[in-house]
């Protein structure tokens, strides 16, 4: 299909066929990126990761996300691992604190909270106060729901300059509250790296690595990773984080509470294969398969990065049409997942559809056919895919296993909203409110 907004014209893959042609047949070809004009806001978009073209420094950050923070190695190492299991912990108490104050949990924003902290002690080594925990929740998410707010400018690039909505200047106000915060954290350790050596006595936190590599100026070969990479960098990492993962955490739950079957069938699993051990862990999720089936089957319905936009390198024909250099190429990752010949009754939540796939068809990455595809596929699939999957997988069981779940009496009665607001990310449009009771 082929969509015009403005000057801009699209082609959308939205089967799971035509998604394999732009994510692995002509790849190679489709992985260039046009940033959303409010990612010109403090030239954010000039070093960022979401949208370098494929080059050198898109390589090279890349590089560093995955070997010093996202890859499985480090996650599970001495260091990560510990902080990955408080960011549960600090979930299940905050949930804990509600329920015996009788009070509704906001589970997304819950999810959220300990999810800002979990990353911000994986870059920075320090825990956030509540009153900078509150700046940057607010932040965070505006600056993630004006990524894609349509924008006139981005259909009409003779317009931008004049930016008619103000999403640039609204962008530009909320990046750069985070960028503020996070300069404060780099220039704190600047001050301290000559006592300690450079950072390099005991383990080094992301930050540690970043500012190692600017300081011997490698990256990847000539790659410069200044002050301002680092800081969009650290920026985008954060961003990326903290949306995506506590919005799949709400979503679950959301399909949970009004499944009631699924609900008890992922409790009594959790119950026998946990009993008594307090929280889902890592190596727990192999012996869990009907949450790992319950996770996907929210992640087919609501990928929370629906739509992958690709920028044409060169000429290319997809499905006997030929793309012109410098087209985009929309992945709609939300169609793929909800069509009707890979999927029976696709708008059906049944997680039992994945108990029935062969195991190289369940995973997230695995699938043959490209009919799930939810961390999308090729050279520009998502980097934080293990530490997704972890902490996904660890939240919304151990919230599972710790809690009953209802739905508030008004909520019960109207049923729940599962309408969508588009952002960078999918997110429900009128936040899950659930009553939870601690059951141990
Ligand atoms: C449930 C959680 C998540 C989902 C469903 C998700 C999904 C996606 C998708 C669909 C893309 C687009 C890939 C493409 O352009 O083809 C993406 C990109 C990306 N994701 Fe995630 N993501 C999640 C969590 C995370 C986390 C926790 C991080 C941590 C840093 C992260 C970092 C990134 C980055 C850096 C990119 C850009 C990759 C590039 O353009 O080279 N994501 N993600």
């Given at each position: ?68 923070l996202l890859s499985a190695?480090q996650l599970d190492s001495t260091r990560l691992r510990p902080v990955l299991r408080d960011a549960v912990l600090d979930l299940v108490r905050r949930v804990s ?8 949990v906001?589970v997304g924003?819950a999810a959220f909270a300990a999810m800002m902290d979990l990353q911000?002690r994986a ?118 984080t903290v949306?995506t993962i506590s919005s799949t955490i709400e979503w679950g739950m959301?399909?949970l ?9 992922v409790q009594?699993e959790l119950r026998?294969v946990l009993g008594s051990k307090a929280l889902v862990e890592h190596p727990d999720v192999d012996r869990l398969p009907y949450l790992r089936a319950a996770i996907r089957?929210t992640l087919?319905?609501?990928?929370v ?59 997230f ?9 939810p961390f ?8 934080g895919l293990p530490l997704a999957t972890r902490m996904v997988h660890a939240m919304l069981g151990s919230l599972l296993h710790h809690f009953?779940w ?30 939870a009771?601690?059951?141990r």
């Amino acid at each position: 299909m082929t969509v015009r907004l403005g000057t801009l014209v699209a082609v959308v893959a939205s089967s799971p066929s035509t998604a394999r042609e732009v994510l692995q047949t002509h790849n190679g070809s489709l992985t260039g990126r046009s940033p959303p004009d409010a990612w010109l806001a403090l030239g954010h978009a000039a070093n960022s990761v979401f949208v370098l073209p494929p080059g050198r420094m898109w390589r090279a950050l890349r590089r560093i996300g995955t070997e010093h923070l996202l890859s499985a190695r480090q996650l599970d190492s001495t260091r990560l691992r510990p902080v990955l299991r408080d960011a549960v912990l600090d979930l299940v108490r905050r949930v804990s604190g509600m329920a015996a104050a009788g009070r509704p949990v906001e589970v997304g924003r819950a999810a959220f909270a300990a999810m800002m902290d979990l990353q911000w002690r994986a870059m920075f080594s320090a825990g956030l106060d509540d009153a900078a925990a509150r700046a940057l929740h607010d932040a965070a998410r505006e600056a993630v729901a004006l990524s894609l707010k349509p924008n006139v400018s981005d259909f009409f690039p003779a317009l931008a300059a004049a930016d008619l909505q103000g999403v640039r200047r609204r962008f530009a106000r909320r990046v750069a509250m985070v960028y503020q915060m996070i300069d404060e954290q780099i220039e704190r350790r600047m001050r301290k790296r000559p006592e300690t050596g450079g950072g390099s006595s005991g383990e080094k936190d992301l930050l540690d690595v970043v500012l190692d590599i600017s300081e011997q100026g490698k990256g990847d070969g000539v790659v410069i990773v200044n002050r301002e990479v680092i800081r969009t960098f650290l920026t985008d990492i954060f961003l990326a984080t903290v949306d995506t993962i506590s919005s799949t955490i709400e979503w679950g739950m959301a399909e949970l509470l009004q499944h009631p079957d699924a609900m008890s069938k992922v409790q009594e699993e959790l119950r026998s294969v946990l009993g008594s051990k307090a929280l889902v862990e890592h190596p727990d999720v192999d012996r869990l398969p009907y949450l790992r089936a319950a996770i996907r089957e929210t992640l087919r319905l609501h990928p929370v990065v629906p739509l992958v936009p690709n920028e044409a390198e060169e000429t290319v024909e997809i499905q006997g049409h030929a793309v012109p250099k410098g087209c985009t190429v929309l992945v709609n990752l939300w169609a793929v997942h909800r069509d009707a010949a890979a999927w029976p009754e696709p708008d059906w939540f049944m997680p039992e559809r994945f108990l029935r796939r062969r195991p190289e068809e369940a995973g997230f990455l695995g699938t043959t056919e490209f009919e799930f595809i939810p961390f999308s596929a090729g050279r520009r699939v998502c980097l934080g895919l293990p530490l997704a999957t972890r902490m996904v997988h660890a939240m919304l069981g151990s919230l599972l296993h710790h809690f009953e779940w209802a739905l508030p009496g008004e909520v019960k009665e109207n049923g729940v909203d599962m309408a969508e607001s588009l952002g960078l990310t999918m997110i429900m449009a009128t936040p899950l409110q659930a009553i939870a009771k601690s059951v141990r």
